[in-house]
């Protein structure tokens, strides 16, 4: 069983928020969390937080859609009740291509943007009735917090760095406890 | 972070602090509204339940309450719907496209460009489904398995083409829209007092903690479903116009269609961004992020999208003398001379002249002027469908179908009555949600800011 001290590192500005986080992350301090009022561009690699595969989760639902389209247009129009329209036969799919894009291109976009939106929502549980994620509620407006677990040596490490970075506040939240993994 | 060019304007006037963003946007949500709102408010109401009686009235006798006739079997019907679908196209324009050009001065005007583009496709879709003649039945539209011999809605036809279209359309819209807004309902869930208040933005906020990963997910999801919605927004009018130029009615068959009909709508919508922003920044006191800078950016978009209206006219004329098919000359010949000549005139005025003031810096830097001619070019976009579709119709190949067209009173009152849809739901938009995208506007503060660039201008020297 260990203990480890939970730490709020309060900053109100972006700039020595990412430094204090390449200064911990150097010195071996692994960061839980960063929240920030806005996107801060660069923040991920400095933080260590790996490219998001969201965009292949689109792609996936994008050729998902465009099959399913392609597979009921030919059930409708071609298996199950072919007609002559205007003289443009529904003899065999291909023939009649060109009609079909524009549908094949909607289901696309339709599952590739509400599937991709729906993977985004639930990834990061966003959902009506969750519990806000913040700690602090000043991190949707203008401070920037970033949020640790440390064992009691590295606390003092961190809280040295935090507060050498400029850190307005350095909140000590208590303990946790964390069952060791057999 | 990465410094911007000092040559560049900066998007953000005065000294702003990541605080001063908050407190003025959350300033509408938290205050009370003033007495402009509420008279606002009671015109739209009053027209939008004129229009519910309308519409009530079409529904109980058919659509024979309205103007269309044998022959003039479209008229305001679909002239309504276009013109409200051409004007969402400015919000998904201005959301998606300039996120791809990496324009940020899409940022103070994207949030309430897009609530415009999802009011002006719920105005479009009432025509659509009441056209139909029986709206009870318009689930036939949609692929169903039903009893009537497993028969299945006519995939060839762009008519069902513009119902995946523009479904597709709404409900990407609202998607885009909404993620959007979740961080920005959180920081209004963080800052209110009231319990009520708080509980309900809480509800809509989904819980949203801007811890880093969140972040990085959510710009990859604006990214992706940006490069997503940027063809779909060009499908959207293209299909809408195949209505049109896949028949064969003279004056409609044209391959000139498709990009006609989608400058057009951008040309509209971004007037409607125009009228909405300048009465926005002025009775909410945002003058500081949608600056003149911004209208005048907007209205060069008007100028080129304008000046592409204005060729696909002359283009239309060209390729009809050109043909040398009568039907076809005829066609241009009656909308620009024929009995209804006046609304050929008024479209010309108002899409092709007008515009062009727009070239002298004076005047497109010049609010009153700008509010003024944004309404005319609404009124120019709507008098273009209608001459697309009305004196087409009364003129088509047979001499003894031809036939005249005017409104009714019903037809006038649906029309009115979606405006009214639209300003209830836009005035109410404005006081409960965040008029302005506040955590990407805070993420160009340092950047675009004034106060900052004038800091940064100082360092180098």
Redesign the interface.
């Known amino acids: 069983m260990a203990t480890k001290q939970i730490i709020h590192g309060i900053y109100s500005d972006?700039?020595p928020l990412l430094e204090a986080c390449s200064k911990l992350r150097a010195s071996g301090i692994r960061i839980k969390?960063?929240?920030?009022?806005?996107?801060?561009?660069g923040?991920?690699p400095i933080?260590g937080?790996p490219?998001?595969r969201?965009?292949i989760c689109?792609f996936i639902y994008g050729i998902t859609g465009l099959s399913l389209a392609t597979l009921?247009?030919w059930y409708?129009?071609i298996h199950?009740?072919p007609?002559d329209?205007g003289g443009?036969p529904?003899w065999e799919y291909y023939t009649?291509i060109p009609?079909?894009i524009?549908?094949s291109?909607?289901?696309t976009?339709?599952c590739?943007?509400?599937g991709?939106?729906l993977t985004?929502?639930l990834?990061?549980?966003?959902?009506?009735?969750?519990?806000?994620?913040?700690p602090d509620?000043?991190?949707?407006?203008?401070k920037f917090m970033i949020y640790l677990e440390l064992s009691d040596e590295q606390s003092k490490k961190a809280d040295e760095i935090l507060r050498s970075t400029g850190a307005e506040e350095v909140n000590y939240k208590g303990t946790i406890t964390i069952e060791p993994k057999y | 972070m990465h410094a911007e060019s000092q040559i560049r304007e900066p998007l953000i006037l005065g000294n702003k602090t990541y605080r001063n963003i908050t407190d003025d946007i959350i300033a509408p949500i938290e205050g009370k509204a003033n007495r402009l709102w509420y008279v606002l408010f009671t015109i739209s109401v009053l027209a939008f339940m004129w229009g519910i009686g309308c519409l009530s009235y079409t529904i109980g006798v058919g659509i024979g309450a309205w103007g269309s006739n044998n022959g003039v079997d479209w008229a305001w019907d679909i002239t309504n719907f276009v013109w409200w679908i051409g004007i969402g196209h400015a919000g998904t324009l201005i959301s998606a496209v300039l996120l791809l050009f990496r324009q940020k001065w899409r940022m103070a005007i994207n949030r309430s460009a897009e609530a415009m583009t999802i009011f002006a496709v719920l105005c479009a879709a009432i025509f659509v489904t009441l056209h139909t003649g029986r709206p009870w039945l318009d689930y036939m539209l949609f692929p169903l398995p039903n009893q009537f011999g497993s028969l299945w809605p006519n995939f060839n036809s762009p008519l069902l083409w513009d119902v995946f279209a523009v479904s597709t359309y709404a409900t990407v819209s609202i998607v885009f829209w909404y993620i959007g807004l979740i961080p920005d309902f959180a920081m209004i869930r963080d800052r209110v007092v009231k319990p009520r208040m708080k509980k309900a933005y809480a509800l809509l906020s989904f819980g949203w903690g801007g811890s880093v990963r969140h972040w990085s997910r959510f710009e990859e999801v604006s990214l992706v479903l940006a490069g997503l919605s940027t063809p779909l927004v060009f499908s959207v009018h293209s299909i809408v116009s195949f209505d049109f130029a896949t028949s064969i009615v003279p004056g409609w068959h044209t391959t000139i269609f498709p990009p006609y009909f989608v400058s057009g709508a951008v040309f509209s919508g971004f007037a409607m961004v125009l009228t909405l922003m300048i009465i926005i920044r002025k009775v909410y006191k945002l003058e500081a992020y949608i600056t003149i800078k911004h209208i005048e950016y907007m209205n060069i978009v008007i100028i080129v999208t304008g000046s592409i209206v204005g060729v696909a006219y002359l283009t239309e004329l060209f390729v009809a003398w050109y043909s040398g098919v009568e039907w076809e000359q005829y066609a241009f010949l009656n909308r620009a001379t024929g009995p209804m000549w006046w609304s050929y005139a008024a479209m010309m005025t108002c899409n092709v002249i007008s515009p062009q003031l727009f070239w002298f810096k004076k005047l497109r830097t010049s609010i009153p002027f700008t509010f003024v001619l944004s309404i005319v070019v609404n009124i120019g976009m709507w008098f273009e469908r209608f001459v697309i579709i009305v004196p087409t119709l009364c003129r088509t190949y047979l001499p003894s179908t031809w036939n005249s067209y005017s409104p009714t009173f019903i037809d006038v009152g649906i029309f009115v009555g979606t405006i009214g849809m639209f300003f209830t739901l836009f005035l109410l938009y404005s006081r409960t949600f965040p008029v302005i995208a506040q955590a990407e506007l805070k993420s160009i503060l340092k950047a675009s800011g004034e106060e900052h660039k004038k800091l940064a201008a100082n360092a180098h020297h």
């Open positions: 972006e700039v969390d960063v929240f920030t009022p806005f996107p801060v561009h923040i991920d933080v937080v490219r998001t969201i965009a689109a009921m247009m409708m129009m199950d009740w007609n329209i443009k529904n009649n009609a079909f524009p549908i291109f909607e289901a976009v339709f590739a943007a509400h991709m939106s985004y929502l990834r990061c549980w966003l959902v009506p009735g969750a519990k806000a994620k913040n509620p000043r991190t949707t407006d203008d």
